[in-house]
């Protein structure tokens, strides 16, 4: 009996020792991953990582442990490593000294915002988009003025009267083409605008912002002396966008089919198709309203004309031409030194498709170059009075 009581009293002097020492790492663990989180944010204005905080707690609970497990080969009232109860010991001074570090870490992090006078950022939000996507947002002032590009069409006015004098956050970027692409990418992407064309100056500040649209519709797709009409007909199951086609009347009892005109197919969506044809048929009134048609596929030298509109209408490149003058800066200069890409010359009436970079580029010569806006604004800012002209594609 006697020996029971002696037993009861040592496990309840160790177990208590035991409570003891895990509190004591539990405090120092909590008050190391303060220290931590409070130097971290005070030297980068950043929430330290949880996994910092609880990894400097523990490391310094572990080192304690190793040490004295080291030193004496024993623990707790001579306790020796290899033991159950030692096990215990450990893992519970560990799992309690993590909780503790994680808390510590959220103090040490309230102490120093609170010192320095940091704002938490909210967790949701453009501003919390911007910062996760490049560490920290940068102010952009937009000009007071907001410009169209030559060769677009204009976006709309209450667009532009709102880009006007605004200034946008971008993420941060490190050079000149970095600012401009990210720009454009935010503005195109928040305003609903399909070009944009910026000049950073020297302060990287934005001197000129422009602006435009894509250009949509068959207008601007169809060639001189054609136009385009919606009939009620039967296309051919094969028949696709940019097939050459025969318009014919459907025969009636008695009578006979009857070529009515010629054309390019443009679309088919069930009875209905958009055809191009020649101008005067639809100013003749070839075409009855409430008739059908039937459409056959003619045979014609392939022509990838259609193939090259579609392809330019969506990208972003358009085409312009423009006229050079005595004077210009282009004057005299080397085709492959312009920017965009030249696709025809014309040269004292000679026409020259892909001129070779070497081709001099002299007064009087009209160019029709393909680029993006930014690559044709040199181009069209070098006329004094002459703008640059979108070419109906």
Not at 190 to 203: A, F, L, R
């Amino acid at each position: 009996m006697t020996g029971v009581v002696v037993l009861q009293a040592v496990v309840t002097e160790w177990t208590e020792t035991a409570l003891i020492n895990v509190l004591g790492f539990a405090l120092l663990a909590g008050i190391t991953a303060t220290i931590v989180a409070f130097g971290y944010r005070a030297a980068s204005a950043r929430v330290a990582p949880v996994g910092v905080g609880v990894f400097a707690g523990l490391a310094v609970v572990a080192g304690w442990l190793n040490a004295v497990g080291l030193g004496h080969a024993t623990i707790i009232d001579g306790t020796p490593l290899a033991h159950h109860a030692t096990a215990a010991y450990f893992l519970s001074a560990v799992a309690i000294s993590a909780g503790t570090a994680e808390g510590g870490r959220r103090i040490g992090d309230r102490f120093a915002r609170d010192a320095f006078d940091i704002d938490r950022l909210a967790a949701a939000g453009e501003g919390a988009s911007l910062v996760r996507s490049a560490r920290r947002p940068t102010p952009v002032e937009l000009p007071e003025r907001v410009d169209d590009i030559d060769g677009y069409p204009a976006a709309d006015a209450a667009t532009k009267r709102d880009l006007a004098g605004r200034t946008v956050l971008v993420p941060q970027y490190r050079d000149v083409s970095a600012l401009r692409s990210r720009l454009a990418r935010r503005l195109e992407r928040d305003y609903d605008i399909d070009h944009v064309s910026i000049t950073v100056g020297d302060d990287e500040g934005i001197d000129r912002l422009a602006v435009g649209r894509r250009r949509t519709g068959l207008g601007s797709t169809l060639p001189d002396g054609t136009a385009a009409t919606a009939i009620r007909a039967n296309p051919s199951p094969t028949a696709s966008a940019g097939d050459p086609i025969e318009v014919w009347t459907v025969e009636d009892e008695g009578d006979s089919s009857q070529l009515v005109s010629t054309g390019t197919l443009r679309a088919a969506t069930g009875d209905v198709a958009t055809i191009t044809v020649d101008a005067d048929a639809v100013d003749g009134f070839e075409f009855e309203p409430d008739s059908r048609y039937r459409l056959t596929t003619r045979s014609e030298p392939p022509d990838d004309g259609y193939g090259f509109v579609s392809v330019l209408r969506a990208a972003d490149e358009t085409v312009c031409s423009v006229t050079v003058a005595d004077g210009d800066p282009v004057d005299n200069e080397f085709v492959g030194w312009l920017s965009g890409t030249v696709l025809v010359a014309v040269h004292d009436d000679d026409v020259i498709p892909f001129p070779d970079e070497n081709e001099t580029v002299q007064d009087g010569d009209q160019l029709f170059v393909m680029g993006i806006p930014t690559e044709l604004e040199p181009l069209s800012a070098n006329k004094g009075n002459q703008a640059a002209d979108r070419i109906e594609n």
